[in-house]
């Protein structure tokens, strides 16, 4: 199973970024697939939930980025985004994709996203 993750990049503070994920693999069970989310590890700091979502399509959000981003996902390809608008210092980090399936976790490899103030 492979989380191809896209969107990587430096933005200037208050720009917008958009980060997508495809999930593939032979062994995934794409019907199975229940929370996809993007989690993020800044510098220096443990690895957070950014936002999930499932497959009935309810959301959840960190309160540090509530009212800025966006995610959502596309059950028919298998990918899961993230619409990041008003970005700020603080959410430089590494974003990594996740997906649940069978409950079995899948991670993507993490891409790194640079905000400058």
């Known amino acids: 199973v492979q989380l191809q993750a896209s969107g990587e990049g430096l933005v200037q503070a208050g720009g917008s970024l958009r980060l997508s994920c495809a999930a593939s693999?032979?062994?995934?069970?794409?019907?199975?697939?229940?929370?996809m989310a993007w989690y993020r590890r800044p510098p220096g700091k443990q690895r957070e939930l950014v936002g999930s979502?499932?497959?009935?399509?309810?959301?959840d959000y960190a309160d540090s980025v509530k009212g800025r981003f966006t995610i959502s996902r596309d059950n028919l390809n298998n990918m899961v985004s993230l619409q990041m608008n008003s970005l700020k210092s603080e959410d430089t980090a590494v974003y990594y994709c996740?997906?649940?399936?069978?409950?079995?976790?899948?991670w993507g490899q993490g891409t790194l996203v640079t905000v400058s103030s």
């Open positions: 996740y997906i649940r399936s069978n409950s079995v976790d899948y």
């Open positions: 693999g032979t062994f995934l069970d794409v019907n199975a697939i229940n929370v």
């Open positions: 979502i499932i497959r009935g399509g309810t959301t």
